[in-house]
């Protein structure tokens, strides 16, 4: 057992650079991925991650020892990160990939995270300088694979609380409460630290930057670092062969009243039940 | 003397790389309470199309487990049914059921891990694919094997449904993990054979378990289950309050025998429970009849429900994005045409 007196938290918020949720996306003509020469922003997971980090820190002050936000990408992602430090992360860390290298599978993803983790903890003077919560988006709204969080649980041999729309972290205890959204309804777990959550849309509201705190956000360290820094290797596992449009729907037109829309119901051999 | 040698030694190199493995997927078959989900019976005909041996993995607490096994070796295609009992299964905690997975795939030459895109799969899968340095692919509309290379081929959908991945697991991936998008794929039906093999497996202990389930709240309904209804009937942000949400919405649902889906406005304003969340990050339907009452028809919404066969929006703006989409359109106010819909149904 640990010492409860001396626990502190550091936590690490892993975001990624996507395309914008509200862009119309447009595959490519050599049908190898999609066009992305378009507005990118945070994935909106990871904002709300970011957001549980720094209302953390409201509720347990100086508790929360650090904030740090780590992203990999070209280096445009850097502007990704300055948004996280923007919203309460105090410092960042920035994986560089080239422009023309895809973004790296989500079991890569959570290999460079382990090795962050690893790195920091075993240079750590003492427990209170470890990380000991990663919080993640449950998914990134590009690849929707949402996998990255429960592998990188898995490698670590962590606790993972997926989903999370309510998270309560009692420091002294060691233990985090987490309210879950499962199919059909929620799920409560707790979970001893250390261990890693993926954010739900219902977990937070994210705030918005101010202008003095991207102000200040600019002034916040960030470290770069490459994969082979970390031994990491980026190599796909899987093989793209081609993404492509989904067949399109049209609209089959409007109605002008109840009439219609029944007479159309019946056509399509719909009656009541 | 020389040649002939090595044309032996060619022939027996290739007779191994042609029988590399014929598949055998291990399905992760889920229950609630030991009524199976449809999900499961969705991934069950996925792991079929790889045109090998399936074996069903039912776990759970021992009062649960063989009333589950017992369906699960009558469905179709399904060659084996592995069990474990155990008060630590009865939840599904992806801490206490990875150890399980990683000792049967370390003890069986299963090529092929499979899950429906559920809650429970999509926490666990990831976590075990991860421990054998293998990727997870999720929500898997289609697939196709290659006996002869043990390769396997993948369509997924990303960025919210508008655009469609094909992926390859190469042979040299020993095990391939998948999530089934269950409105992609038929459940299995029940079929009268009776040839299943069961096999009882000893559960896997975790001993002090850093996760301990609480409790599950399930919100209760009548209605039919949304992720697999044959028609749904979804409110949006329009609907005002919970109050007239249900007022206007639950008539007309009953009178269809619908399911009841949500947007994301709605669910995040309170409307309804988020288990009703129709969209990319919610629940994907496909139902002979799709209605949208009240609904834009955002991105994330249409990513949930653009594959449904007849799709019927009413909204007061003509301009609103899910006309595009809309079999049926009617543009109206829902307070009005909603209980008029309603009314001339029930007759």
Known sequence: ?273 | MLRTSSKICRSALSRSYATAASPHALVFLEHRAGVIDSGSLSALTAAGQLGGKVSALVVGSSEHVQGVVDQAKKFKGVTSVLHASSPQYAEPLPETLSPLLEKLLADNAFTHVVGATSSSAKSLLPRVSARLDAPTVSDVTSLEHDAATGSTTFTRPIYAGNAVSTVRAPGSLPVKFFTVRGTAFAPAPASEADAAEVKAVDPVEVANPTTVHVKTTIAKSDRPDLGVASRVVSGGRALKSAETFEKTLYPLADALGAAVGASRAAVDAGYADNSLQVGQTGKVVAPELYMAIGISGAIQHLAGMKDSKLIVAVNKDPDAPIFQVADVGLVADLFEVVPELTEKLKK
């Open chain 1, 1 to 273: 057992m640990r010492p409860s007196a001396i626990r502190l938290l550091n936590i690490l918020v892993p975001v990624k650079r996507s395309v914008d949720y509200a862009v119309k996306i447009r595959v490519n003509p050599q049908q190898t991925g999609i066009d992305t020469n378009v507005k990118h922003s945070m994935n909106p997971f990871d904002e709300i991650a970011v957001e549980e980090a720094a209302i953390l820190r409201q509720k347990h002050k100086d508790a929360v020892k650090t904030i740090k936000a780590i992203t990999i990408g070209p280096s445009k992602s850097v502007d990704t990160l300055r948004t996280a430090l923007a919203m309460g992360a105090d410092s960042a860390i920035h994986v560089e990939i080239p422009e023309s290298q895809p973004s790296p599978e989500p079991l890569a993803v959570a290999k460079t995270l382990r090795a962050v983790i690893e790195r920091q903890n075993s240079a750590a003077a003492s427990d209170a300088d470890k990380i000991d919560l990663v919080i993640l988006g449950k998914q990134a709204i590009d690849d929707d694979l949402g996998v990255t969080g429960q592998m990188l649980a898995g490698l670590l041999g962590w606790s993972q609380a997926t989903f999370a729309s309510k998270v309560d972290v009692d420091i002294a205890k060691n233990e985090v409460l987490v309210v879950r959204e499962i199919d059909g309804g929620g799920e409560e777990i707790r979970c001893k630290l250390p261990m890693v959550i993926t954010t739900d849309l219902r977990l937070n509201v994210p705030r918005y930057a101010t202008l003095p705190n991207i102000m200040k956000a600019k002034k916040k360290p960030v470290e770069k670092l490459s994969p082979s820094d970390l031994g990491v290797d980026y190599t796909p596992q899987l093989e793209t062969l081609k993404v492509t449009e989904p067949p399109t729907r049209v609209g089959g037109g409007k109605v002008s009243n109840v009439d219609e829309l029944l007479a159309k119901l019946k056509e399509a051999g719909i009656q009541a039940a």
